[in-house]
């Protein structure tokens, strides 16, 4: 199979692709067996129709376009490595000729990846927060570490924020139960502001075994039509109130919950992955404004088919995340208020500002000549597995793959691009918080 690109027009390319007649033979056999499987023709079992007959009886049209279907997805791919393009629609095809026994040419066109026009990205004035670390952050990581650590008692003491009741409640509109508003053995954490805003805060005071009224008002953005700005009430009946009791914050507790045999030890550990963490955010938020500043002097027309895709990747990306909490998409949608329309429009211009980060640090690694070589490659595969826990021996097989590896290839080249941007920067330091 060869390539190669006959015309251009901005950021639309058409390629010829030719296969030659080994391919196309073994392809055309395939497709007359697979026609062959679909159609009924009198005196002969299906799939054992001799091929002549077979087109005379369908025409060779339908089997060149099985063939083409066979044929097309790998010699599509290949071409894609070959010539070093990255399409962001389906392509157009066309057949240009066809023989069975080969060869077979066609053109497809394709819309590509638009080049961005590069702005000066040297000497970029950046800011880079130092990075500090109050006491109270290490305090409040010890007090989340007591807190998920905490013992769970039932209590027969007037609940406060923070404790859980377990209830049950049936909701009126008008005096008319509503259809979602009832519960059995539902376990609300005060303070949690799960529910409706206003019911939790009456919950306050409660004790096991009472039974309360509980009066709030639908919000106007509420999700369900009927109950929007409605005024209602909701029975309550309190069968349990569950405290978490805190672990004192001593050595016992460092023992409890870390390898440390001292809470001064603990403590020093705390301090140190919080300062590792303030330097990441230091070292994202300077990469981040250096990313937005040069964005700034790119220009380039981004696709609406583009902004279209990194949208639906966002959603995806939203979905995957609520389905690992158990929730789906839609339900997510009743509990905010939110639409799928207003949330591709809220993550529209962050899709374009992705897009034009990626064809800007490509730009970069294009004029900077920017290489990938072994040990990149190698040193990623690593990084990969040990942050991800996945075995060494299998990502080395993954990206053996053509376009696994041009994936990652891609991926290195980005980097190697921000790093450059900010080698070539001019930064000043700025008090963090």
């Known amino acids: 199979m060869t390539s190669k690109i006959i015309n251009q027009e901005k950021n639309i390319v058409t ?45 060779e049209g339908s089997i060149i376009e099985e ?44 819309q590509i990846v638009p080049e961005g026009k590069l702005g000066d990205y040297s000497g970029l004035k950046l800011e880079k927060k130092l990075v500090d670390l109050d006491e109270n952050y290490i305090d409040n990581e010890l007090d989340a570490m007591r807190t998920k650590t905490a013992k769970i008692e039932t209590v027969e003491d007037p609940a406060e924020k923070g404790d859980t009741v377990v209830i049950d409640f049936e909701g009126y509109v008008d005096d008319e139960k509503f259809e979602g508003g009832t519960g059995s053995k539902f376990s ?38 009927d109950l929007k700005g409605k005024d209602s009430l909701f029975k309550v009946l309190v069968h349990e109130v569950k405290r978490k009791k805190l672990s004192e914050l001593n050595d016992e507790f460092a023992k409890e919950v870390s390898d440390f045999d001292t809470l001064e030890e603990l403590r020093s550990d705390v301090k140190s992955s919080l300062l590792n963490q303030k330097q990441q955010q230091a070292d994202n938020a300077l990469r981040a404004q250096a990313l937005d500043l040069a964005i700034e002097k790119l220009e380039v027309e981004i696709p609406e088919i583009m902004i279209e895709e ?12 609520l389905q690992q909490q158990g929730m789906d998409l839609q339900k997510y949608f009743e509990l905010t208020g939110m639409t799928e329309e207003k949330v591709r429009e809220e993550y529209r211009a962050n899709a374009e500002k992705h897009i034009k980060r990626d064809i800007l640090l490509d730009a970069v690694a294009v004029n900077e000549k920017i290489e990938v070589t072994s040990d ?47 080698d070539k920067a001019k930064i000043t330091d700025a008090k963090g918080e």
Request: no cysteine; proline share 5%; aromatic share 6%.
């Open 67 to 110: 063939a083409m279907d066979i044929m097309l997805p790998p010699a599509y791919s290949q071409a894609l490595l070959d010539l070093d393009l990255d399409p962001i629609d389906r392509p157009k095809v066309d057949i240009v000729s066809f023989d069975k026994k080969g060869p077979a040419v066609f053109t497809v066109e394709i």
């Open 376 to 422: 990149d490659l190698e040193k990623e595969i690593n990084a990969i597995s040990q942050i991800y826990g996945q075995d060494k021996a299998m990502l080395d097989t993954y990206f053996q793959a053509p376009e696994n590896a041009k994936m990652l290839s891609k991926g290195i080249k980005r980097e190697k691009a921000l790093q450059i941007i900010l």
């Open 15 to 59: 390629v010829e692709i030719t296969v030659e007649g080994q391919e196309v033979e073994k392809a055309y056999k395939q497709a007359s067996q697979n026609v062959g499987q679909k159609v009924s023709v009198p005196g002969f079992r299906k799939g054992k129709v001799p091929a002549d007959i077979l087109e005379k009886h369908v025409g």
């Open 188 to 225: 609300l954490e005060l303070g949690s502001n799960s529910f409706i805003p206003g019911f939790e805060e009456q919950l306050v005071g409660v004790k096991a075994g009472e039974n309360r009224d509980v009066n709030v008002k639908f919000p106007d953005e509420y999700h369900s039509e």
């Open 310 to 321: 990194r949208t639906n990747q966002f959603l995806k990306d939203i979905e995957g995340d």
